[in-house]
């Protein structure tokens, strides 16, 4: 877990020292910004409850980011942004592999864990297939493609993710909400999209959602918005740092 922070930490800073090329202050962003106008991915702002928890995650989630990271190696016009990306994704790769490694080995080391992967996979899942954001046909903004930052659509790149956490959630067991149609040869999800997820209960409403009230939802993010960027503004390390 410690490995994968710190991978995760240098991948900021990649990220930073490109944007300092258009000229903008890291120091400023980081550290002088209002932490209320910081947002993520609701789902890495949730407390990890245990170690099943967190492989899972890196199991289908550190394989959904690789894709959108993937796209930029192989496809941006901007040349330092895809050799940054090169080592990013190497590391990427690393964090799903270990994660489904474990994933696998908790599967089958007791009824007790295989439960708790299983519980953690019914939350999680349908994090990666909505990690894309809005379908194609509602995307309104479609500049990082006319201009050749990326190549993959929001479609694209969701239906990459889901053939391969399909695969492997088959081959270890897993069950997930999604079939293969076998007149496309497609992977299908089963659930509703878009979902609102219940922050509290930490489950999904599992009713299909307008996408606007969807994206004010995932604006709002999860549980630990604004806390942990006001701690990392001060520079508040150890144990405490963790601390939900």
């Known amino acids: 877990m410690a490995g994968s922070i710190q991978d995760e930490v240098g991948h900021a800073h990649q990220q930073g020292m490109l944007w ?13 910004v209002d932490p209320n106008s910081y947002w993520s991915l609701p789902i890495m702002e949730f407390p ?3 170690y099943v928890e967190f492989v ?3 199991a289908f ?8 990271t993937w796209d930029i190696e192989l496809h941006c016009s901007f040349a330092p942004y895809r050799r940054t ?19 696998e080995y908790f599967m089958s080391f007791s009824e007790e864990t295989k439960q708790m992967v299983n519980d953690a996979v019914k939350w999680i899942f349908p994090w990666g297939y909505h990690w894309y954001g809005r379908p ?13 930052i990326r190549k993959w659509t929001n479609d694209t790149m969701r239906g990459k993710w889901l053939k ?7 081959r ?7 079939h293969f149609n076998d007149e496309t040869q497609e992977w299908v999800f089963d659930e509703p999209f878009p979902m609102l997820f219940d922050r509290d209960k930490k489950e999904w409403i599992r009713e299909e959602s307008d996408w606007d009230t969807f994206i004010n939802e995932f604006k709002i993010g999860g549980p630990m918005r604004p806390a942990v960027y006001e701690r990392l503004q001060r520079e508040e390390w150890g144990s405490f740092l963790w601390q939900s």
């Open 20 to 32: 300092e090329r258009f000229g903008f202050s890291m120091q400023e962003q980081s550290f002088e």
């Open 48 to 50: 990890i409850s245990n």
């Open 56 to 58: 899972v995650a890196q």
């Open 61 to 68: 989630l550190d394989r959904a980011g690789r894709f959108t």
């Open 85 to 103: 990306l090169r080592k990013v994704n190497f590391e990427e790769a690393f964090h799903f592999r270990h994660g489904a490694m474990w994933t």
């Open 136 to 148: 194609d046909h509602l995307k309104g903004h479609p500049d990082q493609l006319t201009y050749g």
């Open 164 to 170: 391969s956490a399909c695969l492997f959630a088959q």
């Open 172 to 178: 270890v067991g897993l069950e997930v909400p999604a």
